[in-house]
């Protein structure tokens, strides 16, 4: 298993990093957020999952090890994949998934693509012991400032929205990102993200 991989980020896609590892190029599957943290050039580290499949090998990244930890917890509740798990935390940071399966908060996982309601049941039943109590930490993630509606809209696309939909979507959230710089904050990616999905959610 390849626990973490560690250097310069040679290129930055939608939803992929690609990390130079002794002179090879590990293309890596990350969600907005951890993206948002990266910059071509420079230095990164992160955690992976190596997920095997008979015609594909994918590794999927994380910020820290905690994620990697949930993401990986995820896949053990029937019926979630890889892409099902990082959309999730795409959507929420591992400490909101606990806090929203310990008080069986199912609009908090219906908010996530590919989530209905009797969905959100059967994963709050499922996942109950298995993602432990919140740590209560509250992390913010970090903070993402100009080209936010640019990094929303990849993100969108990456979780399959149509152009047209990641469109509308952007445009919904804009005054919520305005707000936060006239307060003197920048715009939150994963908040901008998860209103996004709501906006859209409501639409179909």
């Known amino acids: 298993m390849i626990a973490f991989v560690s250097g310069p980020v040679a290129a930055l896609g939608p939803d992929t990093a690609v990390v130079e590892v002794g002179g090879v190029g590990m293309a890596v ?12 050039g420079k230095p990164a580290r992160l955690a992976t999952s190596l997920v095997v499949r008979e015609d594909s090998l994918t590794l999927y990244g994380f910020a820290d090890d905690d994620e990697r930890a949930t993401f990986e917890l995820l896949q053990t509740a029937s019926g979630v994949g890889p892409r099902l798990a990082q959309a999730m935390l795409a ?25 209905g309601k009797k969905g959100a049941q059967k994963l709050l039943l499922e996942l109950k012991d298995r993602l432990g109590a919140p740590l209560g930490t509250g992390g913010a993630p970090a903070p993402v400032a100009a080209g936010w509606s640019d990094q ?22 804009t005054p919520q990102a305005d707000a936060a710089v006239a307060e003197g904050g920048t715009p939150r990616i994963p908040q901008l993200l998860k209103a996004a999905l709501q906006t859209l959610n409501r639409t179909r």
């Open 29 to 40: 599957q990350c969600t907005p957020d951890t993206l948002s943290g990266l910059r071509i």
């Open 91 to 115: 959507v929420h940071s591992p400490d909101a998934l606990r806090r929203a399966v310990a008080t069986a908060d199912e609009k908090a996982l219906t908010a996530v693509p590919g989530i």
């Open 152 to 173: 929303l809209h990849a993100a969108l696309i990456g979780l399959g929205y149509a152009t047209r939909e990641a469109d509308e979507a952007v445009a919904a959230v």
